[in-house]
């Protein structure tokens, strides 16, 4: 069976729940408002067939590949967006704030789950994967501290259920504290743990504050690669000297950010060029569009990927040390928004 054919019938499965998702959010009309997103609906649908119908082996390729391989190619489309300048704005005032975030959650979550009986690697692997970006830094971190199996597990489970309840609360959130979209876009770029979810509860508040969490999350996933280096470092000193298994960096570290940061130098570009141009206009209303209904099929993926089933296995333990690491980086990071007036 070739590749293409492999990842067809989940791929399908996530763009017809994309396509539903946006049709009713388009229908759902209260006030003159869409009060509904595109982007929830996604995610709910899927959750529902994932835990109701089941979904066979056999969509489980293309899933992936949209949550993995779609959500990247949208991202990268969403530098069409954004000016380069902004990027640089909005990625510079953030970087005090996932600075000091990061270094409270992985310091604080280890001290915490150290307290509570945790092993050390399963303590560890928590930690990074709520200050960076969730199931993409615990898995790239587990050789580099040659964590078990199960660790990886317990970690991934309790990391993607507090950023499945952030995609639905941090919103509400936003809105009861009356946050401006720049406000809850640096606010949940920081705060959330993976970049589906990040992307996901942004556009759920705003389209603005979609992009601006984008930047914002980017900004904070390109510390993986020296933080997973530092970590492979003490790690190796704690065995005195011996060899841990080595990590490829080039290959964890996020290129696709390169092409993000690519397609806004050249909507900067064309901006002192084609401004007044009308296929210009258009061409970058349509590359919006593209990008919010792929944002939408990343996250139907999100919610075929999301079995409560597999969640109910991770013990209390991880389960509160989760929530205390999730509660800090919220906590932490809108204080900081608010004190550096973002």
Known sequence: ?????????GLVLAGVIAGVSQYLEELIVIGGQHPISGVILAILIGILIKNTVKVGDSFQ????????????????????????????????????????????????????????????????????????CGSTAICAAAPAIEAEDEDVTFSVATITLFGVVAIFLYPIIGKMLLLTDMQFGTWSGIAVHETAQVIAAGFAYSDEAGKIATVVKLTRTVLLAPLVLIFGIIYARQKQGSTTQKVNYLRIFPWFVLGFIALAIFRTYGDTIWMDSAQW?????????????????????????????????VGIKPFIVGLIASVIMAVFSIILVYALGI
């Open 281 to 313: 206009t258009a061409f970058l209303a349509q590359g919006k569009t593209i990008a919010k209904f792929l944002i939408v099929v990343a996250m139907a993926g999100v919610g075929l990927l999301t079995n409560f089933e597999d969640m109910k296995r």
């Open 1 to 9: 069976m070739s590749v293409k054919s492999n990842i067809l019938p």
């Open 61 to 132: 390729p293309g899933i992936r590949f949209a949550l993995q391989k779609v959500l990247k190619g949208a991202i990268i489309l969403l530098g069409l967006s954004l000016s380069f300048t902004a990027v640089l704005k909005t990625g510079a005032d953030a970087l005090i704030i996932i600075l000091i975030c990061v270094t409270a959650a992985i310091s604080l979550t280890f001290f915490i789950g150290k307290k509570m009986g945790l092993p050390d690697k399963l303590a560890a692997l928590i930690g990074i994967g709520c200050a960076i």
